[in-house]
């Protein structure tokens, strides 16, 4: 009655009474679109009434991201050239990319690189918007510039090294020392890369976030921790730096280490890098060796506050040891081309009416077309709708008209392509389920046959007999498997565990696991990939893949008469070559292996070749099971091709034989042997 009660009240849908306007779809469309007029209107008028776009950002601030880039490659260059000498085509290559005016002076005003392009520049602003100092980082700018990697501790650039850059001799020297350290952990099981820092000196930097597994290893870590001559010599003269100042505040010497730390040194990584270093302390700048200095006094006592004035020295020492191996400190300006702001715009009464009928005009215009549109829009959606109810309540699809090309008309056309397809495969289904049950019906009979014998005495259950049972119950097993896979693959299911696979090594397998079937029917099986011919690469599932060749080695030699031959070959090929009758998806891949099974028997009628790849078709439709196969696997085939990215195709000549192809995306890398 439930039942009947809910069909009763779908039936009722077309009668039903119209929808209110405020709840149409007609009365929403008019809605919204007053709305954006309405806020249309209101912001163009407020546009215009206020200053242009130009003057809206200057007023507002520029893009704190691009300026942050631009002050971080001024950084740079100042970081690593002792002047500004040259720093113009750094300073017009900015101005293109950002589309801004950038000005660098010295920090009494005098002109060191502008980007204007006007004969008379205009003038600069009284305020600068930021100062470029490699020993005087702006924090703000610099986290920007470097994705925050920076800390507002150091305030020193670590692209300013000064004179710990490493000469080429030294650093070629290291860097074969760190290649070696890197190919000695990797044999170890321990991935690592060669990093080099900003003075030259490489580094290794273990992958992951457990550096200790190297210590495990015979690895010789320790190898790039000298610090060469120019680096020590470097660090002697830092520590004496330090100390004069701890000397003028009456405090005893320090000991630096080569992270500039004072003490015993422990184990550090690098902030913000992309894997784990070496156990072993990081040098400063950041990439200096990070074997300890000799000492040059003994250490003070560690307190609070000499721990705060030996910070401070350090930081003076590094700024005057690296003064003059950077540029001076510049005050950078960056604005707009022409500097100048446009006037705002004059809200007088005649301007306000003028702006007001302007407004009402656009939201007459728009509720007008809103209307006209709404209403064309929801005829079609009604006998959408109305079809869609129709086959819910389970009457036969009919078409929908297409009243035009436009998005509803596609939507229209869309619904009629699912209607006829959901007739197909209705149809299908039936099929499908009809040959099922047919397949089935074959070996179950006969197992019942040969029990109900058995049980009536008529039929003793001898070897033979259980032979007989276990032959069909096999079969009954083969038909499920099959439906199986074919199911897997049509939900997308279909589990694939791609890796290299050896191409002739794969058909040699195929061809042994089919060799006594095919001694047994009289048909030569030959593959016919010579071991001097260079091996196509291919990446792929190799059982899956076996399963697809099987499935046509064991088609080609069961309609091959005796006498015959099936031959296994493969080779590559690309997007110009290919093609052929078939399968319609037989399409070549570009840069695709080819594997191909080819006969001498019977063909295939050029009628039946598109059919192949049906499921339960057979060329013969008196053939049986037993002597004609499942119907099912060339349809396996297809799916598992597909599956890997890949095509088959078919060609036959009838009285001489056929050849089925895979086509397979090409592999990235050779298979092994």
Partial sequence: ???????????????????????????RLLAVSALVAACSVAATAWIAVQTTSGAIKQEQGQN????????????????RNPTWDGVGATVRELARESGRRVALTTQSRQPLADSATAATAP??????????????????????????????????DPRAVGPFRLSTADSTALRRTADAEVACLNRAGIASDVVVGASGRPRVQIVGNDPERALGTRCDLAALDTPTRSEQKALDALTALADACLKRQGREGVRLNNDLSWGDQVPVTVPGEPGAVAPRPVPAPRDAPSEQAAPSVGMPERTGENDRAIASCVGTARSEQLSSYVASPALLFIGDEGGATLPGFDLSPANTAKIAGAAALVLALTVGASVFAGTRLVRPLHALTG???????????????????????????AFNDMSAHRARLEEQRKAMVSDVAHELRTPLSNIRGWLEAAQDGLADPDPAFVSSLLEEAVQLQHIIDD?????????????????PVGVRELLSQVAAAHQARAENAGVTLTVAVAATDPEPALRADPVRLRQAVGNLVSNAVRHTPEGGR????????????????????GKACDGAVVIEVQDTGSGIPAEDLPHVFDRFWRAEKSRSRRTGGSGLGLAIVRKLVEAHGGAVEATSTEGEGSTFALRLPAGTEPAGP
Avoid at 67 to 78: N, S, V
């Fill in 483 to 499: 439906l199986q896979d074919l199911a897997a693959a049509d939900a997308g299911v279909l589990r694939l565990h791609p890796e």
């Fill in 123 to 156: 003038a600069l602003p009284p305020q600068a918007s930021a100062v470029v100092d490699p020993l005087s980082v702006d924090t703000v700018l610099a986290a920007r510039g470097a994705d925050g990697q920076r800390t507002a501790a150091d305030r020193i």
């Fill in 566 to 585: 099936v031959t296994l070959s493969a080779y590559a090929s690309d997007a110009s070559e290919g093609g052929g009758e078939g399968d319609d998806e």
């Fill in 64 to 79: 704190l991201t691009a300026d942050a880039r631009i002050y971080d490659t001024l950084l740079e260059y100042a970081a």
């Fill in 1 to 27: 009655m439930g039942r009947a009660r809910g069909r009763g009240a779908r039936a009722e849908g077309p009668g039903r009474a119209r929808l209110p306007l405020r709840r149409s779809l007609l009365g």
């Fill in 387 to 413: 079809a869609a109810q129709r086959m819910r309540d389970g009457e036969q699809p009919a078409s929908v008209p297409v009243s035009g090309d436009d998005e509803v008309g596609r939507l229209a056309a």
